[in-house]
């Protein structure tokens, strides 16, 4: 193991940025392990755990155009600490609503949409971000190494706030407030370099320019887009709470616990692809026999009456869902021009909140009619689909060799057009 996949850490910026994502990340998944337990627990209904989805989903659906005009015209490093500290008070306001008690979920709901619209901004910003704090020829490493960071705080944040919650149900929105404190002081710690920012006036076509951009580059589009109904379809993070609780007995440590090992094979994958060449070549196709990997780990998991084997199956679903999000992270930066990343960003939330929250009331609903383990099944039977239909589909993305091209392979498609 060289230096070379440390490269991005010998960037001050990057490992501030980096311990801020983790402190982030880390409250985000012990707040939603909390809130997943609570609403579940008081209501004992599917579609209200679907719900807790949806409330998150819905402002970076509204707010989506505007998000990432702001973060290509303003500085991205006072968006994230306005984010991180409006992070604060609605983990504060969930404080006070669990200890005044839960008579009914709507202020729970209400404190969702705020935190959701939070992230919106957040989200274009944090991504942003990242090519003006390593070189180009990092990019690729600091990618890695940020998503991996992400999922070690994804690994231990579950837990986390399983354990809290045992101990008492406000103490995983203190930790989370005093969590997401600490990710604003982070990145106001941070020296980044002016950044050339256009102030052109503001113009629809300026505020579509992201939407319009991904028109054009079928290779973004692919990938953006089926990552986003690879996981509408398989994610079944929302059911956790049922199948911790009726399905295998195991209490909020267990859910704790099959949230985390997503999370684990994450992490595991990300370091090996930082350390290794795995995706140097043939980096699309990679992606699809990913995405593939992923929904057949999902029918296991929904097959599975084994905590032990569904554990080994999350790990699995995992590893394989970093190498998609490695793939279309790295190709959605290295495409985009810098003036756009912002409003591209944006579009790209979109997607990965659609097939995150958006995906976790599709699945409440879906296992509200037929039942959680028939909607995990289908749900990855139509992720595997999915990986066959964009192979054909989307041939820019399947033939995609390098994920990031050398001067010399741009100059030649260049002189061919």
């Given amino acids: 193991m060289g230096s070379k996949g440390w490269a991005a850490f010998r960037h001050r910026d990057f490992r501030l940025f980096c311990a801020a994502r983790f402190a982030m990340a880390l409250a985000v998944q012990v ?35 505007l998000t990432g005009l702001v973060a290509d015209r303003y500085s991205r490093r006072w968006i994230l600490i306005l984010v991180f500290s409006a992070m604060t008070l609605t983990s504060l306001g969930l404080l ?21 619209a939070a992230r919106a901004f957040g989200n274009p910003a944090a991504q942003a971000i990242v090519p003006t704090l390593v070189p180009p020829g990092d990019l690729a490493n600091a990618i890695a190494w940020n ?15 399983g354990i809290l919650y045992a101990v008492h149900p406000t103490a995983p929105f203190l930790g989370s407030a005093v969590s997401f404190g600490l990710a604003a002081l982070l990145i106001a710690a941070l020296r ?3 950044a050339e920012v256009k102030r052109e006036p503001v113009t629809w076509s300026r505020v ?5 951009f991904l028109r054009t580059k079928p290779l973004l589009l692919g990938a953006i887009s089926l990552d986003l109904f690879a996981v509408l379809l398989g994610g079944a993070t929302a059911l956790m709470p049922i199948f911790a609780r009726d399905v295998f007995h195991v209490g ?13 094979g994450a992490v595991t994958m990300a370091i090996v692809l930082a350390h290794s060449s795995l995706l140097a070549r043939r980096a699309g196709l990679r992606m699809l026999q990913a995405v593939g990997v992923f929904g057949l780990a999902t029918v296991g998991f929904g097959l599975s ?52 929250e958006l995906g976790e ?32 589909w989307f041939p820019d993305l399947a033939q995609r060799d390098q994920l990031i091209r050398s001067e010399v392979t741009r100059s030649g498609e260049l002189q061919k057009t």
């Fill in 31 to 65: 707040q939603t392990v909390a809130v997943a337990w609570l609403v579940y627990d008081s209501s004992g209904s599917a579609l209200n755990l679907g719900l807790v989805g949806l409330a998150s989903f819905l402002p970076t659906m509204a707010l989506v155009l």
């Fill in 96 to 116: 006070a609503q669990v200890h005044a008690g839960v008579p009914s979920l709507l202020p729970i709901y209400g404190l969702l949409v705020a935190f959701g």
């Fill in 147 to 161: 998503s991996s960071v992400q999922q070690v705080a994804t690994i231990s944040g579950p837990a986390v706030g």
């Fill in 192 to 194: 980044l370099r002016p």
């Fill in 208 to 212: 579509i320019a992201g939407l319009v």
């Fill in 252 to 264: 909020p440590w267990g859910l704790g616990l099959l949230r985390s090992m997503p999370a684990v």
């Fill in 305 to 356: 009456t084994s905590f032990g084997l569904t554990l080994v199956l999350l790990a699995i679903l995992g590893a394989a869902d970093m190498v998609s999000v490695v793939v279309r992270q790295t190709l959605v930066q290295a495409e985009t021009p810098d003036d756009l990343r912002g409003r591209v960003a944006a579009v790209n939330t979109v997607f990965i909140g659609a097939s995150n």
């Fill in 361 to 392: 009331f599709e699945s409440g609903t879906l296992a509200w009619l037929v039942g959680a383990s028939p909607a995990v099944v289908i749900g990855g039977i139509g992720t595997i689909m999915l990986a066959a239909l964009w192979r054909f």
